[in-house]
């Protein structure tokens, strides 16, 4: 059943429009925006066939036509933000489809880079989407008429939108600041849905290193509205709390991820998430109860590696972890 929240189309501001989707499994929100004055652009499109009709009424509500909308920038590529791309070209044929460059490759071949080797499906999960429907199978491959990197500006008219590269939730996700009302769009990078704050990664070409440098830089910003891919729109005294919120479940999720490592010596990452998911109330969806669990764990403990706070023996099969810091440090 297709669930939808009141009106699709919102004015957010004179040139700012959000445009949502039916909801997702998890009640996570199908999101894209619509964003400029004389040079429109479509920010992330959704999944395949959830947005484009929606961006179609959006463009004539600001008295446009098609040919008005000048690109489709996409923050990441991954199917909830991507899929929808191959429609939305066919319906604004003047537009510019752009990428991050670091997403080149995954754009030409994205059913097999971004799911071999990003994700890297054990063989019970692999079996598992052999019934259930992949979120890749709406992928196809395109080639991206503008590859843009750190710092690069695009010019809408009323103001101007600047890149941000942020490689906390993939390789190549970037955040776009919009001078006009200081609009930052920050795809996943902070996200309630679909992934929750407690999992802040969810393909393995991630970096929590990147993550935390991000997450310091979007404290400290000037922010007056912060849009995310999946979330409510945060404006003014709300913004700095929602992302406090976000690196406050982060901290709790690694607090109970130590407790559990304190139990007992040698554990798997698939012990550590039924340990940590159950103690936390966390319950996944498809199809992110296969795509996400495993890479977010790896990522915490990855972290927690290179503070030496816990030791992966690499020679078990199936690889386990041990908690190695005096527990007198920890509490």
Not at 107 to 132: D, H
Not at 161 to 166: F, Q, V
């Amino acid at each position: 059943m297709i669930k939808v929240i009141g009106d699709p189309i919102k004015s957010l501001k004179e040139t700012i429009s959000v445009v949502d989707g039916p909801l997702g499994d998890g009640g996570e929100l199908t999101r894209g925006y619509l964003v400029g004055k004389d040079n429109l652009a479509i920010i992330d499109t959704g999944t395949k066939g959830s947005l484009d009709t929606l961006f179609q009424e959006a463009v004539v509500n600001r008295n446009k036509n098609p040919k008005d909308v000048k690109y489709i920038f996409l923050t990441h590529p991954h199917p909830d933000t991507m899929a929808g791309v191959y429609r939305l070209k066919k319906i604004f044929t003047k537009a510019q489809v752009a990428i991050n460059q670091k997403c080149e490759e995954v754009a030409k071949n994205p059913k097999n880079v971004l799911k071999v080797k990003y994700f890297k499906y054990t063989k019970k999960e692999r079996l598992y989407f052999a019934i259930r429907k992949d979120p890749f199978d709406e992928l196809e491959r395109f080639k991206p008429d503008i590859l843009f990197k750190d710092g690069d500006k695009f010019d809408l008219g009323d103001g101007k939108l600047m890149i941000i590269n942020y490689d906390s939730h993939c390789l190549g996700h970037s955040m776009f600041f919009y001078t006009t009302e200081r609009t930052m769009f920050v795809g996943d990078a902070l996200s309630i849905y679909p992934s929750l704050p407690h999992s802040y990664l969810i393909d393995h070409s991630a970096s929590y290193k990147q993550w935390f440098s991000n997450i310091e830089f979007l404290l400290k910003a000037k922010i007056s509205v912060l849009c995310p891919a999946h979330d409510l729109v945060q404006e003014g005294r709300h913004v700095k709390p929602y992302i406090e919120d976000v690196v406050r479940a982060f901290k709790e999720f690694e607090s109970q991820l130590v407790m559990a490592m304190m139990e007992r010596k040698f554990l798997t990452v698939d012990d550590l998430i039924e340990r940590v998911h159950s103690a936390q109330g966390i319950k996944w969806y498809h199809p992110y109860n296969v795509l996400a669990p495993r890479a977010n764990m790896t990522a915490h403990l990855n972290k927690l590696v290179d503070e030496k706070k816990v030791k992966r023996n690499d020679k078990h099969d199936p690889l386990t972890y041990t908690y190695i810091e005096s527990k007198k440090d920890w509490y």
